[in-house]
């Protein structure tokens, strides 16, 4: 049984659950500190004698393992699979990756380009017998992936497409839109899409007249904008084994989405630009319910494979946990009970305390 997971950029939240795992030791230290030297060794056992030493010790690892659980889930696990009928569209689709090194900038976690491959990723689980293919660009656009309908060919290809190390920022989006255009195989009008993923970053390559050539073969071009169009992010780059950021001129370059070029892009190939940003878009839902309808043709149907998702399973456990953390108190049971039977005990406990 195949295990995988479908979301790793969630992977970054174990620092919270590292920084959380300190931050709940530190505590318990300066609680046992302060208490030493404020009450000494005696007053201090008598303080705490309503207190089970066990479950003060617990509580912190139930805290720990719901966050543990929490993140897991959020990495989406999928095992086992299952298989869904579809109907056949008889869709071409070539999606033009944008590899260029504005698409490492970190305002989208991991980066931008990662959440690119991962939205083709979502889009290959709702395909239903569409041919696809992938063009990549950042100077000259390359046919990495012709049309095909092995999808496990185009995955293993987007595990090994890397960021483009030309010195230069931007993209090419015009050159790849016309390098897709070019390489659709089927003489036939309509019935193909092009799907463009980047930030918008180009380099004058004349993408939205690319685009208006396209949609008069019929074919559509659908746009996905990935990143912060307000603030943006830095370019990370690596010299001599340091890290740092991407320069020109002596100043740090800030990569910004360009929105507006994109809708344009879109708009010119008779397609949608899919604001996508910095949030989690599902792209697969967007293609199944407004790009395969809009370019597709009924060729029958087909059997799929689908992984099965499975964070439910660990989203029950760490409620659980939580419940139990809220539902357990500190105090010894035996004792609380002594005390709630005989109001002298509690008393005397009382002015222990104070």
Known sequence: MELQFNNLDNLFWLWAILAAGITLLMAAKMRNRALQRFAGNKLARELTISSSPGRRRLRPWLIMATLILIVAAMLDPRWGVRYQELQRRGIDVFFVLDTSRSMTAQDVKPDRFDRSKQYIEDILESLGGDRVGLVTVAGDPSITVPLTLDYSALRLALDETGISTGRRGGSLIGDGIREATEAFTDDLEDHKAIIVLSDGDDMDSYPIEAAAQAEAKGIRVYTVGIGNAAEGARIPVTNGGQSGWLTHEGEQVWSQLKPELLQDIAAAGGGLYVPAGTSNADLAEIYEQ??????????????????????????????LLLLLDSFMGQRRRRLARQQAMNPQLRLAAQGAVA
């Open 290 to 319: 407004t790009i395969a309808p809009g370019a597709g043709r009924n060729q029958g149907t087909a059997t799929v494979e689908r992984h099965i998702p499975r964070y439910r399973w660990l989203v029950l456990p760490a409620i």
